[in-house]
């Protein structure tokens, strides 16, 4: 599957049931005019920070409108406000960031919205996905007034319940009763019209000219949201100057710039993207980021500790803004390395847990800052790597 971690996984499996539910056998196509709200954990910023997303939905033919808030909470003081407005005939999404007064347009190559923003055309899988999980219908019920058919679906992490609309055939409802017997809502629809929204809202936002990096599509997670999320908290380890915050610790190491076919036996999962990553006024970018965890495996009593190595290469000399996105067991702290030259330094910090993290995996951003001190949202990603932690007897 393209989508990366256990929560977007799952949310694959429940869509499955669209599809293969006989009496839905023969689907309509999506409908192209509607609004939505909903309450869900399965959007990149949640799994990040682990509080759920509050999302408007506006589509309209080939625009689609997207407007995502959390309240504050520890991390994000502020709380979160982005809004997303796609235009598929041109194969562009505005990312506007009210939190931190940012804009940016990034290419998107899809037909339809993440499928984790909206569940209206979210609901096609493959055959081999669809073969991954066991699925029958068990009732009906109706959603916050929307009548829907139940169906459940068994899968390696637990049993999903998910409620369909009888129009429209897309989820309203999604829950997860895990091994263990722990019940989370994954996914709730408030209200659904299908009346074709105002023409205003599909307006592109005034002085958004800068272009992100790299391509986005409908199932893959968009790297602007990640540098703009503190998982739980906040903290900051300056490795020029070895101060360290919140009961962070940071070590600093100097190797060799890696060769390109290094790049074949980076740990699974841990693999960064190709683009680089700078301000526009900086001269050098960052290349690539890596992330692993010592141990890359835990099974066991809890509480424990693990630590998260990060590899950042820069292809010249400056100074690299970059931060942990492991709210699970660390405050996702940030900080800055300078390089001398083109090269790889690691930063290591040490995290704990007390349970089975909730949000399966961490990951790493970073970027060159200009002379200013200033970064903008062109991050590169190491990508989400597995936590692999099971704490036993709880």
Request: hydrophobic share 40%; net charge negative; aromatic share 8%.
């Amino acid at each position: 599957m393209n989508m990366r971690g256990s929560l977007l996984a799952l949310l694959g499996f429940a869509f499955a049931g669209v599809l293969i539910i006989p009496r839905l056998a023969a689907q309509s196509s999506a409908p192209q005019a509607y609004s939505l709200t909903q309450v869900t954990y399965m959007t990149e910023v949640s799994m990040f920070s682990g509080q759920a997303s509050n999302l408007k939905v506006y589509r309209s033919g080939s625009r689609e409108l997207v407007e995502l808030t959390i309240p504050p909470y520890a991390g994000e003081p502020k709380g979160v406000h982005q809004r997303y407005l796609f235009d598929f005939q041109a194969h562009k999404a505005y990312i506007q960031d009210f939190t931190h007064n940012a804009c940016s347009w990034k290419n998107y190559i899809s037909a339809r919205a993440p499928v984790y923003y909206d569940p209206v055309t979210g609901g096609d899988m493959t055959p081999a996905q669809l073969a991954e999980g066991k699925q029958h219908a068990v009732g009906t019920e109706a959603v916050n007034g929307i009548p829907a058919w139940i169906t459940e679906s068994v899968t390696q992490d637990g049993k999903i319940r998910m409620w369909l609309a009888q129009k429209g055939d897309f989820p309203v409802k999604m829950t997860l009763q895990a091994k263990d017997g722990t019940l989370s809502t994954l996914l709730e629809v408030k209200q659904v019209d299908f009346s074709p929204p105002a023409a205003a809202l599909f307006v592109p936002p005034a002085n958004c000219s800068t272009q992100a990096q790299g391509d986005w599509s409908d199932t893959q997670m968009n790297a602007h949201a990640e540098a703009d999320i503190t998982a739980q908290g906040s903290a900051s380890a300056n490795l020029a100057t070895g101060e360290t915050h919140a009961q962070v610790t940071a070590t600093m190491q100097q190797v060799s710039p890696p060769a390109a076919s290094q790049s074949s036996r980076a740990p699974q999962g841990a693999g960064a993207s190709r683009m680089g990553a700078t301000s526009p006024q900086a001269t050098s970018r960052v290349t690539g980021v890596r992330l692993h965890l010592v141990p890359d495996h835990f099974e066991g009593p809890c509480p424990g500790q693990v630590q998260l190595v990060a590899e950042i290469t820069s292809d010249g000399p400056g100074t690299v803004w970059y931060k942990f996105l492991a709210g699970a067991v660390s405050r996702s702290p940030e900080g800055t390395v300078s390089f001398d030259a083109a090269g790889t330094q690691t930063v290591t910090i040490d995290g704990a847990f007390r349970m089975t993290p909730r949000v399966p995996t961490a990951s790493v951003i970073a970027i060159m800052e200009d002379e200013a001190g200033k970064h903008g949202p062109l991050t590169v990603s190491s990508g989400h790597v597995n936590y692999n932690i099971t704490c036993t007897g709880q």
